[in-house]
């Protein structure tokens, strides 16, 4: 049988990333280009600056990639590329970039959804078990989506406001922690211990996500403990809401496991990195007999090999796009 190459391109944010990956599951070469430094300054990601940055990197990315990988555009079998959501500027640096390469190099090209992608990158780690559900938690999505097979997905509920990511973010600025905060609020809230209390948002609903009255709930907290001027134990709060953040999204998952009787749980996107997280949901999982699987660390955030690895198995149900494909920056999984 023969070998399939994919190249993958990302660009949907702030990371230019470009990937070859061999059936699927051998990264054969990832080269990411991070902003992370340049944004730093602002606070947060600028659009504008974003995709300036994609247009200076993208041809160099790309150029490092074959040459890590030892190979030439000729050995590739297709081209798969981030067409939404994300940030528009953003999105159309690389899917230019991959209609580009598909018409001089005559390839095909496989429209990738984002979050497909940010599934996808847990078939880089094993073969993905169907039937399955996929905790998608990231900067722009929380969601739970049920697959009964490659490219089946029925979304089964989803946040209705914040993201957790966002959600995270937010929070770790009034902890008074640099961009990107999430990571740092994860690393602190191991060092304190819960003892503020803050509520535990939309329990009643079955598989929905709330966090907007969280992130209210500890802004408030924190404003007036600077009115009444008291100490802030910032390890504390970090810990109090972490705690309040994770159950949620663990008894939601843990619901919808059981209501639809499935034993394979993956769990994708940039929280997916988040310690606490993986801790909770690895002991649920235990506890209820399910398997899980999380991406290693390097392609939970943004990267090109989770969109090369969706394209793989797009490619092999003969998923294309024309020339005429277009970035989205809000376009839903399914």
Do not use: W
């Amino acid at each position: 049988m023969k070998d399939i190459y994919i190249l993958g391109i990302e660009s949907s944010c702030d990371e230019t990333s470009v990937s070859i990956i061999k059936n699927g599951c051998e990264d054969i070469a990832t080269v990411i280009s991070s902003q992370i430094d340049i944004h730093k300054e602002y606070g947060g990601v600028v659009p504008e600056i974003a995709s300036r940055c994609h247009v200076e990197n993208i041809t160099f990315v790309l150029e490092e990639c074959l040459e890590k990988a030892h190979m030439t555009m000729e050995e590739i079998d297709a081209i798969a590329v981030t067409y939404g959501p994300g940030l528009i500027g953003s999105l159309l640096i690389g899917l230019e970039a991959a209609k580009t390469l598909a018409y001089l190099y005559q390839k095909p090209l496989i429209p990738i959804h984002h979050i497909a992608g940010h599934i996808y990158a847990n078939s880089l780690v094993k073969p993905l078990e169907f039937p399955l559900i996929a905790l998608i938690v990231s900067g722009g999505h929380t969601e739970l989506v049920e697959m009964k097979g490659h490219f089946e997905f029925q979304k089964l509920g989803g946040t209705l406001d914040d993201a957790i990511g966002e959600c995270y973010d937010k929070v770790a600025r009034v902890l008074d922690l640099p961009y990107p905060g999430g990571p740092k609020l994860d690393q602190m809230a191991l060092l304190g211990k819960n003892t503020y209390p803050l509520p535990v948002p939309l329990k009643e609903d079955r598989y929905n996500f709330s966090f907007s009255g969280l992130k209210s709930a500890v802004i408030n907290l924190a404003h007036k403990k600077a009115q009444q001027k008291e100490p802030l134990r910032k390890e504390d709060l970090a810990t109090s809401f972490q705690k309040v953040a994770v159950e949620s999204i663990v008894s939601k998952t843990k619901k919808a496991l059981l209501d639809k009787n499935i034993q394979h749980l993956i769990v994708a996107g940039g929280v997916a990195a988040n310690q606490g997280l993986r801790k909770e949901i690895t002991a649920m999982a235990e506890e209820i007999g399910v398997d899980v699987s999380f991406p290693p660390m390097k392609y939970c955030t943004d990267n090109a090999a989770m969109i090369a690895a969706a394209g793989y198995y797009a490619y092999n149900l003969g998923i294309r796009a024309y020339y005429d494909l277009n970035s989205e920056s809000s376009t839903s999984l399914c």
